[in-house]
């Protein structure tokens, strides 16, 4: 087990007062087996109501409204999480399903058939012509494959941050060799899609214990793969890694559009506008973790 602190800031700012409709935040894990949140605060510079709901896939999500106008915006969450990894290396999976093409079960295919279709097209085969590159013997267990084109995307594409919103395509992604780790993550997912694989899009954070760690200091995007006998397992092809105990997961969707971690309205003109990030986590020692 390991106590990490994660401190979240977003920061909105304008260069006229403005007032706020609604916002959704989408920064706090959900209690399972691998996390368990200690201690959980959320900060605003604005007064607000503020409702904790879960989304249609599970996921555990604020509606923020703040009151009154101002010209500025910020939010703060300051978490406490206990991290219980389930390394891959160490299961062992005796499905004869877990190869490739993959076969679910009827029960595991009806709740999984969303995750299934792809949300992208891909009119001028850019996608399906790399992922055939990919392919290698028919029957490779599906595990042997999926850390392999993990390993493929870290090794063959130059990450890139990025601070405008959105996600390239994954057409976009290979065409220009480089991307940010939701960029890496989309391509991953979508290309999975496309084999019979159910993938999702996965935000959260990253633990940075070393410099070689990409992607921390923000939130960080992976994919997570359904498997018989193993159930959603992470693969992160931004820094190589499979089922990390450095990955908290915060959200799970179909689409990437649907993971921002802070989205709203905001009522008037503002003029230009910014917005900052700033994300830090960090393992506790055992003074901290019992102060």
Known sequence: MARLGILHETRYSYARPVGFGAHRLLIRPRDSHAIRISEASLQTSLPGETRWTYDAAGNCVCWFTPQGQADSLTIISRLVIDRFPAPLTSLHVDDPHTVSPIVYAREDRAVLNP???PATEDEDRVLLRWLRGQMERPDEPAVDFLLRMN??????????PREEVGVQTPAETIAQGSGTCRDFAWLMVEALRRLGYAAVFATGYIHSPGATVRGAGATHAWCEVFLPDLGWTEFDPTNGLAESP????VAATRTPGE???VSGTIIGEPGEAHLSVRVEVRLLDALEAAA
């Open 115 to 117: 995750f299934i279709v």
């Open 246 to 249: 450095d990955l908290i997961r």
């Open 151 to 160: 390993r493929t995307i870290h090794d063959q594409f130059d990450y890139v």
């Open 259 to 261: 993971a921002r971690p």
